[in-house]
């Protein structure tokens, strides 16, 4: 027998062009068969691939890596390709295939080489805006993960993005909450956030700006609701934290969070409304990037008297932007035991068939 929330399901996954998901979030939000406390495993990966040897050997190395361990799901951080590379239809049908592939559900947020760098000549000198709407109806047409198994998401479906035709619902910003832990992505991207680069939008940047910060805040209000142990957020951009890596990242006043190297500022007012956010959660939060090519784990977020925030960690997947092979081609595993003070345990997984520089034995 159908239900009223099956008819729902059914009439809510039009996008552009048709009938939009129903105002406000909507999907499941407690996404997985993991009870509270129990503890289990996820894996994160991003900025791949870059080459036709990343495209044809090493993402394929990946994905068996990751569908040879029991993973609860999967969450790639953006970049289809590199900035450079056209963006034409089938990147994307390849990177769908390539999510088809998982075994285990698959999240996926969009990167900046997949849409705002589109217009550079090299790319295709395409709209960027177009582009993250055809992004829109390929990878984010339901309220699930891809992945050969699929789990629910909450949605934010009220049309405060734009699209090329004007509003437009947010859909690439998902929540689920696994095992008593909360998880979201958000669209906040490299080139200044759509702020420089070629074709610089400030509309489209204000509009998703207000839109990612307000889905923050309210995943804050959701796991204080569900007394979630810890959050995790997986975005594409490294917004800059500080002054202290030029050659990766915006430099920013670490305790104004003001950007100082003279380029556009698009994270700002996010970074400071997560701060507030953070400071006033206590609990662990996991902010998880790609975008610079470095893989790390460290503590770069200050607060405005210059303190560390002790329950922020920043997690940056590996990802290359190199003519190295399957040099940098591998994911990070991460324990999640909300029983445990720190929640999330990570695990760098250098994957066997795509050890360039060293070889396995």
């Known amino acids: 027998m ?36 129990e503890a289990y495993a996820i894996g994160l990966w991003g900025d791949l691939p870059y080459s036709t040897v990343q495209a044809t050997g090493g ?40 999510f088809s592939l998982l075994r285990a559900p698959a999240a996926f947020t969009p990167g900046d080489n997949d849409w705002t760098d589109c217009d550079r000549p090299s790319a295709g000198g395409y709209n960027s805006r177009e582009r993250l709407d055809h992004e829109r109806q390929l990878f984010f047409n339901t309220p699930y993960t891809l992945g050969q198994h699929r789990i629910g998401q909450e949605v934010q479906s009220t049309p405060q993005c734009l699209g ?25 991207q490299g080139s200044c956030n759509n702020l420089c680069d070629v074709g610089p939008d400030p509309s489209e940047w204000a509009a998703r700006n207000e839109a990612s910060t307000v889905w923050m805040q309210q995943t804050f ?35 104004t969070l003001a950007e100082t190297d003279g380029q556009p500022d698009g994270f700002q007012q996010f970074l400071s409304a997560l701060r507030d956010q953070v400071v006033a959660f206590r609990r662990p939060v996991a902010y998880v990037h790609g975008d610079s090519h470095y893989f ?66």
Request: aromatic share 8%; glycine share 8%.
């Open 221 to 255: 209000e959701q796991a204080k609701a569900r007394r979630s142990a810890a959050i995790m957020f997986i975005s594409q951009a490294d917004p800059g934290w500080d002054l202290s890596d030029p050659t990766r990242a915006p430099l920013r006043d670490p305790k």
């Open 2 to 37: 159908t239900t009223t929330k099956g008819v729902r399901l059914l009439l809510l996954v039009a996008l552009i062009g048709g009938t939009a998901f129903a105002s406000g979030g909507f999907g499941g939000n407690e996404a997985s068969e993991h009870e509270d406390g």
């Open 59 to 98: 993402v394929p190395n990946l994905i068996a890596d990751m569908n040879s361990q029991d993973l609860a799901f999967t969450v790639h951080d953006g970049d289809l390709k590199s900035g450079s590379s056209p963006c034409t239809d089938d990147v994307y049908t390849q990177a769908l295939s390539y």
């Open 296 to 361: 790390r784990i460290d503590k770069p977020f200050l607060d405005s008297q210059g303190r560390r925030l002790e329950n922020f960690t920043r997690v940056e997947t590996f990802g290359d932007n190199q003519a190295n092979g399957n040099n940098d081609v591998h994911w990070i595993k991460v324990l999640v035991d909300a029983g445990t003070r720190e929640v999330f345990n990570y695990q760098p997984q250098i994957v066997p068939a795509n050890r360039t520089a060293v070889p396995p034995p």
């Open 164 to 188: 090329v035709s004007g509003p437009v619902p947010c859909v690439e910003n998902r929540r689920w909450t696994v095992g008593g832990v909360t998880y979201a992505t958000l669209n906040i």
